[in-house]
């Protein structure tokens, strides 16, 4: 596992990197400097990113948030102190756990373990969530272009649905393809 650590204190750095002694086949990057971060982490190309930030300022929870957006990887972020801003700001950039007060050796690995199943639960929400969506859509252009069949071709609902089932086989395509087709040609001939 490769594990990127991003804080501007080595002593902190060092603290992390003490937790995840333990770990087998464990490849560990510390970054200290904040300049081309994102750079830097995308070269790294990390399974995890542990960020200690102690106190934050907001221009550098702004900095780390945009990090997180940049990255689909698990991330665990430590500060020392929090408010309720930072902790919304945090979620909404993708921090997988968000940990105050809290940076010990002992404590490294269960936020590691944490922030990795947070992560991967989230990523099939998201997957789940597109997946639902791409549906519907579907469905949706499966629908319109079944009523402007039935309005053009004169056709009843469910012969219009084989007519783009029909066509779908014939093409090789899904009929969700067939049916966006027809929806576009419709709009180009100045339906609406």
Do not use: W
């Amino acid at each position: 596992m490769r594990i990127a650590i991003v804080d501007e204190s080595a002593s902190r750095a060092a603290v992390i990197g003490e937790g995840l002694a333990a770990l087998d086949d464990c490849e560990l990057f510390v970054v200290t400097e904040r300049r081309g971060l994102v750079a830097r982490i995308a070269h790294i190309d990390p399974d995890i990113v542990l960020m200690d930030l102690g106190n934050p300022s907001r221009d550098v929870l702004e900095e780390y948030f945009a990090v997180s957006r940049a990255l689909a990887r698990p991330i665990a972020m430590f500060v020392d102190e929090s408010d309720d801003e930072a902790i919304a700001a945090s979620i909404d950039a993708g921090v997988s756990s968000y940990v105050v007060d809290g940076l010990a050796p002992h404590r490294i690995r269960p936020i590691l373990d944490l922030a990795v199943r947070r992560f991967n639960a989230f990523s099939r929400l998201q997957a789940d969530l597109a997946e639902a969506k791409g549906q519907l859509a579907d469905r949706a252009a499966i629908d319109t272009a079944k009523r402007i069949l039935m309005d053009s071709r004169g056709l009843t609902e469910p012969q219009a649905y084989a007519e783009l089932r029909k066509t779908a086989m014939n093409q090789g395509r899904r009929i969700a393809e067939i049916a966006e087709a027809v929806v576009t040609a419709h709009k180009l001939m100045g339906g609406t």
